[in-house]
C-alpha cells in the first residue's frame, strides 16, 4: 500500500519509513550495513570517514517508492547523506522531496505527529501560493 505522503527519520544505523493519511500509517525499517568505529581522539587513522551505506540509501529509497510528498528527518548527516545519494542515482525521487529537517531520536507517534503537522501546514499554504 503507498500513501500520498511519507517521512522518513534516518541515522546511520537504521531508517524508520512511515507512508501514511489522516486514518492510516504504515511503518518499515530499514537497517544500515555498515558498523562505524570510534577512534581515540590521539590516533591517527585515514580521513576518519567513512563512504556512504548506498545499498541503505538504496533499500529506503524504495520503502518510499508510491509517495507523493515526503520529509526526510534526522540528527545527523546521515539524511543529507540520502538526499545527496537522491539527487545522484534516483532523480525520479528527489523532486518528491519537500522538506528535509533536524531532528533527534523522536519516538514513532512523535515522528508521525511531526510529520502530519508538517504536511498540514504545507498542504493549508497551498491555495495561498496557487493563486499568487
Given at each position: ?49 567513512e ?26 548527516a ?55
Open positions: 500500500m503507498s500513501h500520498y505522503h511519507a517521512v522518513v527519520w534516518l541515522d546511520h544505523a537504521e531508517a524508520r519509513v512511515f507512508q501514511f493519511n489522516q486514518e492510516d500509517v504504515e511503518k518499515f525499517t530499514v537497517h544500515g550495513h555498515k558498523h562505524h568505529l570510534h577512534h581515540k581522539a590521539s590516533s591517527v587513522v585515514g580521513s576518519g570517514r563512504p556512504a551505506d548506498l545499498a541503505f540509501y538504496v533499500e529506503i529509497g524504495h520503502a518510499l517508492a508510491g509517495s507523493s510528498e515526503i520529509l526526510v528527518l534526522g540528527p545527523g546521515a539524511k543529507l547523506e540520502f538526499i545527496r545519494h537522491v539527487h545522484k542515482a534516483m532523480p525520479e525521487l528527489e523532486p518528491k522531496i519537500v522538506g528535509v529537517e533536524t531532528v533527534d531520536h523522536p519516538t514513532d507517534g512523535q515522528v508521525v505527529a511531526y510529520a502530519r503537522k508538517y504536511f498540514h501546514a504545507k498542504d493549508r499554504m497551498r491555495p495561498l501560493l496557487q493563486t499568487h
